[in-house]
T-cell receptor
């Protein structure tokens, strides 16, 4: 059974600082997703990581994937208040000729203070 | 707008009742997935349909059922509702059965009183 663990679950940081959110998964995964969710809103796709060593960047966010360590990271550079949200990682497995549902971590509730 | 349409946005109902949530996938997407988000359980995969056929099942209760129609829209039926069923229910769609272009709808907030 695929399990996904995120840490930290709660993070309060100051604007301008850097930090990393970690996502470990228990078995081989075929795709790794990062999502952002604002309170009461839908899930906004940030990154899809497909292969070992994949690195993707968008603005102040950068995601990476190490399939051997079963670890993905979401790095925040020079945080700004607008990045305050809950961030989820999710892993996808293929089985029986198609994809199963996403298995999500519990989410990291990020608060960025001025 | 993600292109995945869910209705209604909010639903309040009493325990023991039955409700139906509706999802229209993005144009061209063949797969529909249903998820439940609650404070207790987090985000959980319920069920997936691909081109009208059930493709994968997750933690879906026996009181819940779903189907995908020939026009590819999907409905999630929740019956004998309990207080613990109160949650955000998300639908997502993808182009194929391999999760390409996975996109979430805005969700239906269900409150059981």
């Amino acid at each position: 059974e695929l399990k996904v663990e995120q840490n930290p679950l709660f993070l309060s940081m100051q604007e301008g600082k850097n930090y990393t959110i970690y996502c470990n998964y228990s078995t081989t995964s075929d795709r790794l997703y990062w999502y952002r969710q604002d309170p009461g809103k839908s899930l906004e796709s940030l990154f899809v990581l497909l292969s070992n060593g994949a690195v993707k960047q968008e603005g102040r966010l950068m995601a990476s994937l190490d399939t051997k360590a079963r670890l993905s990271t979401l790095h925040i550079t020079a945080a700004v208040h607008d990045l305050s949200a809950t961030y989820f990682c999710a892993a996808l497995l293929y089985s029986g000729g198609g994809a199963d549902g996403l298995t999500f971590g519990k989410g990291t509730h990020l608060i960025i203070q001025p | 707008d993600s292109g995945v349409t869910q209705t209604p946005k909010h639903l309040i109902t009493a325990t023991g009742q039955r409700v139906t949530l509706r999802c229209s996938p993005r144009s061209g997407d063949l797969s529909v997935y249903w998820y439940q988000q609650s404070l207790d359980q987090g985000l959980q995969f319920l069920i997936q349909y691909y081109n009208g056929e059930e493709r994968a099942k997750g933690n879906i209760l026996e009181r819940f059922s779903a189907q995908q129609f020939p026009d590819l829209h999907s409905e999630l039926n929740l019956s004998s509702l309990e207080l613990g069923d109160s949650a955000l229910y998300f639908c997502a769609s993808s182009v194929d059965g391999f999760g390409y272009g996975y996109t979430f709808g805005s969700g239906t907030r269900l409150t059981v009183v």
